[in-house]
C-alpha cells in the first residue's frame, strides 16, 4: 500500500490523466488494505476503515472511470460485505459522493464488463436488477446495507429460508 509520504503526486496526476484520457478504468480494492483489517468485514465497523492515501479520490477528481471491487477472494472477504465496505471507502474515506459510488459499483461496471447495453442502470430495456432500500444511501451510504427486497430479471427474490 503506498502511503502519503510515497506518493509522488504529479506522478500520479499524469497517469491519472493519462487513464482519463484513453478511458481507462481504475478498479480499486480499497477494502483489502484497509485499516483496521476487516477480519472478518462483517465483524468491522465499516466506518472506521481507512485506506491510508487519498489516490482514488485523485483519479475521480481527474476524470478516470473508477469502478467498484472487492477482491473478495481473499480471505474473510465474501463479496456482499466487501463490496458495502469498499463504496463507504469511497464515500467516507476518499470523499467520493455517494452517488458516484453507487454508480462505480452499478453503471461503471457494467460499462467495463461490456454489458452497459443490458445492465448497469434503471432503464426501459435493461434487466430489472435492483435491490429495494429501506434508507436512502445518498443520505449515508451505509444504508445500501438495508436491503428490504431484491429484483432478479424483473422478478422479486423469495428471501425466506425454504
Given amino acids: 500500500m503506498l502511503h502519503e509520504e510515497n506518493i509522488d503526486e504529479p506522478a500520479f496526476d499524469a497517469l491519472f490523466r493519462d487513464m482519463a484520457l484513453r478511458g481507462t478504468f481504475l478498479v480499486p480494492t480499497m477494502v483489502v488494505t484497509a485499516k483496521p483489517m476487516p ?6 465497523d465499516i466506518r472506521s ?4 492515501n487519498k489516490l482514488v479520490r485523485r483519479a475521480y477528481e481527474l476524470g478516470v472511470k473508477v469502478g467498484a471491487g472487492t477482491d473478495a477472494g481473499a480471505p474473510e472477504l465474501c463479496h456482499g460485505w466487501a463490496l458495502h465496505a469498499e463504496i463507504a471507502l469511497m464515500v467516507n474515506d476518499q470523499g467520493i459522493p455517494a452517488v458516484e ?13 461490456e454489458i452497459s447495453d443490458k445492465a448497469g442502470s434503471v432503464e426501459p430495456g435493461k434487466r430489472a436488477d435492483l435491490v429495494v432500500l ?24 423469495d428471501r425466506e429460508p425454504k
Fill in 49 to 52: 476503515l481507512q485506506f491510508g
Fill in 101 to 113: 459510488a453507487i454508480k462505480a459499483a452499478t453503471l461503471v461496471n457494467a460499462e467495463l464488463a
Fill in 134 to 157: 429501506s434508507a436512502n444511501p445518498v443520505d449515508d451510504i451505509l444504508n445500501t446495507m438495508k436491503i428490504e427486497q431484491v429484483m432478479l430479471a424483473g422478478r422479486f427474490i
Fill in 39 to 44: 477480519l472478518p468485514i462483517s465483524a468491522v
